[in-house]
């Protein structure tokens, strides 16, 4: 029999992977469609549109049940709150985000961070608790419900992603040459939009904001793997390598806490990922290169 312990380890173990893993193939993906090295679901504003529903969800909870005692899980309902912003995504961001994606990104960052401010804010005054663990990501809280979601969408996210990436093969030739295949470029471009759009909420919401891993460990897995340039291989066989050392790293940090306070997940990413970011582009990495 396995002990509480035990199983809480292998739940938590397996959660930081694949949610590992879907953040780096949304990265991956990302950066091929955009041909920037700097595009990621956290730079295109993405990343923090899991945010913009934590905000509303706690305002509607303010305004309607000030006295909400917090005996079910809240995550499941700001995540059905988030995925009724998807209509909205389609219709105002289909072609605003294939065309400028960077620019919006920047845009759409900096407001739900003064807006974060702000309603922070509001709460402080109000003598109010606000959900400041949404905001740097940790595995600490998994649970059967989590580990079985996050199982679920990473099972699909797979499949998703063979079928996208077979029909991305065309652009690695170049935009004009998939176009003249009949492919249309702007719909698949969006497709990724839409699956990073879908896998920040789904990681987000049950373990919080993993900063900067979307963006840098692809740079990584590139670095790593230079003898090969395959899209297929950076979003499989790389991406399940960085997945298994930050789920390595993340027991680092749970087995071996800081004065008997556990560092989380999405704080270090924090900390060394602007870092690890500026040495690989100090090291010039070519993320425009691929080959199938």
């Not at 595009?39 to 504003?45: D, F, H, K, R």
């Not at 990343?47 to 305004?63: A, D, Q």
């Not at 066989?237 to 790293?249: E, I, K, N, Q, S």
């Not at 008997?260 to 990495?285: H, M, N, Q, T």
């Amino acid at each position: 029999m396995i002990n509480e312990n035990s199983l809480y380890i292998i739940m938590r173990a397996a959660s930081c992977f694949f949610a590992t893993a879907l953040l780096t193939q949304s990265g991956s993906l990302t950066q091929f469609v955009a041909q920037n090295g700097l595009a990621s679901p956290s730079t295109l504003g993405i990343g923090s549109l899991p945010l913009l529903s934590l905000l509303l969800f706690s305002i509607l909870k303010l305004i309607f049940f000030p006295d909400w005692a917090g005996q079910i899980q809240e995550w499941p309902l700001m995540l059905l709150l988030y995925l009724l912003f998807t209509p909205l995504f389609l219709r105002l961001f289909r072609h605003s985000f294939v065309k400028f994606p960077i620019l919006l990104g920047l845009g759409i960052n900096l407001s739900i961070i003064g807006l974060y401010q702000l309603i922070q804010f509001i709460f402080i005054a109000e003598n109010r608790p606000f959900p400041y663990d949404l905001y740097m990501g940790s595995f600490k809280q998994v649970d059967s419900n989590r580990f079985l979601f996050i199982t679920i969408i990473f099972i699909v996210g797979q499949f998703w992603l063979t079928n996208l990436q077979r029909r991305l093969r065309p652009l690695l030739l170049g935009k004009e040459f998939a176009e003249g295949l009949g492919v249309n470029t702007n719909n698949l471009k969006f497709e990724v939009y839409l699956f990073t759009f879908l896998m920040a909420g789904a990681i987000t919401f049950p373990f919080g904001l993993l900063n900067f891993l979307d963006l840098t460990l692809p740079h990584l897995i590139r670095a790593l793997f230079p003898w090969s340039r395959k899209l297929k291989t950076e979003l499989f066989l790389g991406t399940f390598f960085m997945a298994a050392f930050v789920t390595t790293l993340d027991m680092l940090c749970y087995f071996f806490p800081w004065k008997g306070a556990e560092f989380s997940l999405g704080l270090v990413s924090s900390c060394f990922g602007p870092l690890i970011l500026v040495y690989l582009v100090w090291r010039k990495i070519d993320e425009k290169k691929y080959a199938i």
